[in-house]
């Protein structure tokens, strides 16, 4: 055997693998890796402590920057966060269209963690096949809320504006294409040998480690638990929809590949059942310009976000702003696993495991 | 139509002479402008390659590819080829210069040299050398130092890695990529090119050896560092590889050399196992091109189709399969060889 020496390879922040401002330090034995120190804070902006300073109403913008791919995930659950703190009651109209929203925020973010993998692992077609897909989603947003990657449509209290012409028959052909995108994403990659050859095998996840390290979301479901905070603990008008949970066995990366394949279908079904039961009636209930909380009130409330379970954590003093305000944000809490499943594989599974986590820095840095 | 160019360069011959210039002076007059010929067709090609890769990894993604620049974005790539010789030229302050500077030249050099030996036609050929087919494999794996020498010179942890990665790379594929082209060689008995183009003219040799049609083409495609088996470049996992630290018309060179290789190899390709420039109707001078195009639009469909292999199975896979499966056709041809003389077919 040749000696050999350890050695560092730092991958990022500035990398084009590493979807964000990600630093990890790769000890490397040749191509082997001995461990993975993922170093955070490159895309800090304080977001927690902007909060203390801002309105309820205010702070709504900011959640939205989040989970900038999953843009409607995080704003709804500030917004029911909020709703939750003071007894406020939301419409059955804006109920039904959030959870559309949501759903559709939640394939954006899957399809982004598609074309992801697709272009880390070198399938710059993959790349556009999802990027194309999510282009219909991203034309729905800009008609409702009037932006297309970061529209706070969903406010405290139910949503901005009612929902214009065209978006029903929008959503729907989208929903009834979405069968044929898997079909795509599958053919494309899932079915092919060197992708399986990269993909099986690599990172595994055990349920044990999931469950110590808090790891939510499809990673988890990918490691054989069927956890999700939409059957667990359905926040808003969940528990009316009728839908599969999405697991696999093996904890590999081509488990938590399939997994999101597989949930971007199942969120289809929850769109379809949202678009046949949405009544019509109020999009909003009346909610007081200023907002103030009984003092020393606190809550957390939790949902499942594009990338696992995310929570927030408001404790009010009284006044019309937050006292604290804290995130619980799922991709911060799926990367401390990273080094664990990096451990003994080669340089290349680094990459393919980061993409597989799918963490997005914008929620983990905060 | 079809001695078109041999007729040019022997007016051009006879001009030089009536000149007054000894014959022996014409003729070294001549190799020098067909090496100026050459050189311009290979600059002028790369310019339409690159064009067309665009455009054709633009129809398999959807896209729409360059269209902004002359009809159909045709002259985007000379807009970018401005633009890279405009740009700065950064060598990084801890590089070993000489090394750095010299790998890009020294890798073009190589390039164009492959040219040296392909029929490009009937009779048309720079130098006609006995031992053309050799000469190709030699020069074709020279290409590796270059890249060490990038990636050494560079001093650069992702430059070092792709430049290894390289060197581990072509050691490996060098090997199934001459033991499939034996084949041939044991059938017409002969490593100039020239005469392999003649022995195709009743079957072209991916009928009789496609096998080794198929590990030339892998083999191939590992030599060229295109993707599936772009590993000393990977722009995503080491930033570019060897190239990383160039900037400029150095990496441009890198770049032209990478594509005249592409060119070099889709030749090869066509003249050991598609008939070379044999065809009817056409000028011979056009059938070869049209090959060549057919051969290199294969390897963009490659390219854009798959992921890129790990480093470790793509040692296996030629250590394990390409290599034993070459062997094995050299083995098949020559108990074919064998069996067709025993039957007096040949």
């Known amino acids: 055997m040749l000696e050999s020496d350890i050695y560092t390879v730092n991958v990022g922040p500035i990398h084009p693998s590493t979807h964000g401002g990600l630093h990890a330090e790769a000890i490397m034995d040749g191509e082997i890796i001995e461990n993975v120190i993922v170093h955070l804070g490159y895309v800090h902006r304080s977001v927690e402590k902007i909060a203390e300073g801002k309105t309820y109403q205010q702070y709504v913008p900011y959640t939205a920057r989040l989970d900038y791919l999953a843009t409607n995930l995080p704003v709804l659950g500030y917004c029911q966060a909020v709703e939750k703190l003071l007894g406020i009651e939301v419409p059955e109209r804006a109920q039904y269209i ?90 494309l990659m899932t079915g092919n040998e060197i992708w399986a050859a990269r993909m099986q095998g ?12 808090g790891v939510t ?75 103030k909380p009984e003092p020393g009130k606190e809550v957390y409330h939790r949902i499942e976000s594009a990338k696992g379970e995310l929570g927030y954590y408001i404790v009010s003093d009284g006044s019309s702003k937050p006292y604290r305000l804290h995130v619980r944000a799922p991709s911060f809490i799926n990367l401390m696993v990273l080094p664990v499943i990096c451990r003994g594989g080669v340089f290349q599974d680094l990459i393919t495991n980061i993409a597989t986590l799918d963490p997005i820095l914008g929620e983990s840095d905060r | 139509m079809e001695p078109l160019f041999i007729n040019l ?48 990894s633009a129809f398999f993604q959807e896209r729409l590819g360059p269209n902004r620049l002359g009809p159909f974005g045709i002259f985007q790539t000379i807009a970018d080829a401005i633009k890279l010789l405009t740009k700065e030229d950064i060598v990084p302050s801890a590089a070993d210069k000489l090394i750095f500077k010299t790998a890009p030249m020294f890798f073009i050099v190589v390039a164009v040299m492959l040219y040296t030996v392909i029929p490009m036609g009937k009779g048309m050929q720079v130098i006609n050398l006995n031992v053309g087919l050799l000469f190709f494999i030699s020069v074709g794996s020279l290409s590796t ?24 790379q072509m050691v490996s594929y060098a090997i199934p990529l001459a033991f499939s082209l034996l084949g041939v060689v044991m059938i017409t008995g002969s490593l100039n090119l020239q005469d392999i183009v003649l022995a195709q003219d009743k079957w072209w040799f991916v009928i009789l050896q496609p096998i080794a049609f198929i590990t030339y083409f892998i083999a191939a495609t590992a030599e060229l560092n295109r993707g599936p088996f772009d590993m000393p470049e990977a722009e ?16 441009a060179l890198f770049f032209l050399a990478e594509y005249t290789n592409l060119v070099a190899v889709s030749a090869l390709m066509a003249t050991v196992f598609l008939g070379g420039w044999q065809g009817p109707w056409l000028p011979s001078w056009l059938w070869i091109i049209i090959k060549t195009y057919a051969i290199i639009l294969v390897f963009f469909w490659v390219k854009w189709t798959f992921p890129r292999i790990r480093m470790d199975h793509l040692m296996s896979f030629s250590w394990k399969v390409l290599v034993p499966v070459s062997l094995g056709n050299i083995l098949l041809t020559g108990a074919g060889i064998y069996f067709c003389r025993w039957m007096g077919w040949c």
């Open chain 2, 145 to 168: 130092i270059a890249l060490l020498m990038a990636g050494w010179g560079s001093n650069n942890k992702w430059s070092l890695m792709g430049a290894v990665r390289s060197v581990a």
């Open chain 2, 9 to 56: 360069a022997e007016a051009f011959t006879g001009w030089m002479i009536s000149l007054g210039l000894d014959p022996g002076w014409a003729e070294a007059v001549l190799l020098v402008v067909k090496w100026i010929i050459v050189v311009t067709i290979i600059t002028v090609n790369i310019i339409i390659l690159i064009w067309l890769e665009r455009k054709v």
């Open chain 1, 217 to 291: 979301g499809p990673n988890l479901r990918a490691s054989g638990i069927a956890y999700d905070l939409r059957r667990a603990e359905p926040d808003g008008i969940y528990h009316r929809f009728e839908f599969d949970i999405p697991t696999r066995n093996g904890g590999d990366s081509l488990d938590r590949w399939q997994v999101r394949i597989d949930e971007i279908g199942e969120s289809g079904r929850i769109i379809e059942q949202a678009l046949e039961g949405m009544p019509n009636g109020e999009i909003s209930t009346r909610v007081p310009k200023v907002l």
């Open chain 2, 236 to 251: 995503q996992e080491l930033t570019g590889g060897a190239y990383t630290e160039y900037t400029g018309m150095r990496w």
């Open chain 1, 202 to 213: 690599v990172g595994i996840l055990t349920p044990e480690t999931a469950i110590q390290y």
């Open chain 1, 98 to 187: 959030r959870v559309i929203m949501a759903e559709l925020s939640r394939i954006a973010s899957h399809q982004i963690a598609i074309s992801a993998t697709g272009i880390d692992l070198g399938a710059t077609t993959g790349l556009m096949y999802g990027m194309r897909d999510r282009e219909r989603i991203m034309n729905i947003f800009e008609m409702t809320g009037g932006q297309r990657l970061l529209s706070s449509y969903i406010r405290i209290g139910g949503v901005a504006a009612d929902i214009p012409d065209g978006f029903i028959p929008a959503v729907m052909s989208l929903v009834q294409d979405i069968p044929g995108m898997m079909d795509e994403y599958n053919g």
